[in-house]
């Protein structure tokens, strides 16, 4: 893909659902009791993972691509897939469905793409572990169906279910996948099963198991589950996904003589630390319409062109944002100073290491940035210049070049813009129809 920086960019756009609560409305949904209808589902290739698996495991679901339905058995109604569930490229589907997993009365092996198979799932295992289930990772050797045990921590590996009992866990690092899974298996629990965080992650569990019928506390950084509740399926209506918007919301703000309205985002403040950094950072933003949908926070987010300056960002915030992180470095390559963003070691495990891709891709493109054990500091204000821009399969790196691109001199291209279907289906479309 070619990219030039021939546009300002005008207009209205909605985004697609919220990537996280997605995956959430088909899990809760199948281990409920009956009917649950889900609109706006996020239709990229890790949701429709999660909907593949757990047709795998039983349930019935009817995707019509406006809607999903969920026709739930309850929490006992999952039975023995008779394949390998194949997570793609899903970390949310890999380490939430291990939760569920782990109070079932069968075996289960997920396996996953390349990038699946590097990411950490130790943080999962100790905590179910000690819950009661058990885990065995696999090496696979050249003979053809023969695999071999491995302490590798990555998939692909088997999930035997079993009694579990209630823990209070308290978790190394702030990850609403860690503590989901635990909280999911908490479902299974003979006791309360509480997770402590070091900083409160995104909450979108706990907001939704609560309105499917789940007994389920939060108090400052803990979160504590009741088990075998009577879960009951619901209507959701989906959210548009702040991590989406957060592309549109840089592109409004670099971009000279642009205006763009984002509407119906999920503004949750458990997840939208995007526009804190951007705030910080001197960016013209208002939140339009605020309202509430399906429990969750929601409004129009209007960006205008500004001169942006460098920022600190990290400490409690970084949780909040850490998937923006990629589109937040180039927004810093092209503000004004120096801006430190620290305590992001967790961008090293995601699809890709994200501190090397963003290091390798900005320098490419003529940014003064270093490297740093937990993040970045990048010196922003120079001109930058066309690239080809290596995405490492990495969705979030596709599409934060894309935008860094569209604000460079010459003609910068990617090696695989395709990546973007993992979250983005529609990304590109949704640039051009902006663009004037």
Request: a negative charge; aromatic letters at 6%.
């Amino acid at each position: 893909m070619k990219i030039t920086n021939n546009y300002t960019f005008h207009g209205e756009l909605s985004v697609p659902g919220d990537k996280s609560i997605s995956h959430r409305g088909i899990m809760f949904g199948a281990v409920s009791d009956g009917l649950t209808e889900i609109t706006n589902f996020l239709q990229g290739a890790d949701c429709l993972s999660t909907i593949s698996c757990f047709q795998k495991l039983g349930i019935s679901i009817e995707n019509t691509g406006s809607s999903v339905l969920i026709h739930g058995k309850g929490l006992h109604g999952l039975t023995a897939p008779h394949k390998i569930l194949d997570v793609g490229n899903s970390g949310t589907t890999t380490r939430l469905i291990s939760g569920i997993l782990a109070g079932q009365s069968f075996e289960t092996t997920l396996d996953g793409d390349n990038s699946i198979r590097k990411r950490p799932m130790k943080r999962i295992f100790t905590p179910l572990s000690q819950m009661g289930a058990d885990f065995q990772c696999w090496d696979k050797n050249p003979f053809p169906d023969r695999w071999e045990p491995s302490d590798s921590g990555c998939a692909p590996f088997t999930v035997k279910g079993g009694t579990l009992k209630g823990i209070h866990y308290h978790s190394p690092v702030a990850s609403a996948q860690v503590k989901s899974a635990i909280l999911l298996a908490g479902l299974y629990a003979e006791s309360t099963t509480s997770v402590t965080e070091p900083v409160l992650s995104r909450n979108h569990t706990e907001l939704m198991l609560a309105a499917f019928g789940a007994q389920i506390k939060s108090s400052d950084t803990t979160v504590s589950i009741e088990p075998e509740p009577v879960l009951t399926g619901q209507k959701i209506q989906i959210p548009g996904d702040i991590s989406s918007a957060a592309y549109f919301i840089a592109l409004g703000l670099i971009t000279p003589h642009s205006e763009i309205l984002i509407q119906n985002v999920g503004v949750n403040p458990t997840r939208n630390g995007i526009l804190t950094a951007a705030l910080s950072m001197g960016g013209t933003i208002e939140l339009l319409n605020k309202r509430t949908i399906s429990g969750e926070p929601v409004a129009d987010i209007l960006v205008k062109s500004s001169h942006l300056h460098g920022a600190e960002i990290g400490g409690n915030l970084i949780p909040a944002l850490i998937d923006e992180i990629p589109i937040i470095a180039v927004m810093a390559a092209f503000a004004d100073g120096k801006t430190i963003i620290q305590d992001a070691q967790e961008l090293k495990v995601k699809e890709s290491d994200r501190i090397a891709a963003v290091t390798e891709n900005l320098k490419a493109m003529g940014c003064s940035i270093i490297p740093t054990e937990d993040g970045m500091i990048i010196e922003g204000g120079r001109p930058l210049h066309s690239a080809h821009i290596h995405t490492f399969q990495d969705h979030r790196i596709a599409m934060a070049f894309t935008i860094a691109g569209l604000n460079a001199s010459g003609e910068t291209t990617l090696d695989d813009e395709n990546c973007t279907i993992i979250s983005y289906p529609s990304f590109y479309e949704d640039i051009l129809c902006l663009a004037k």
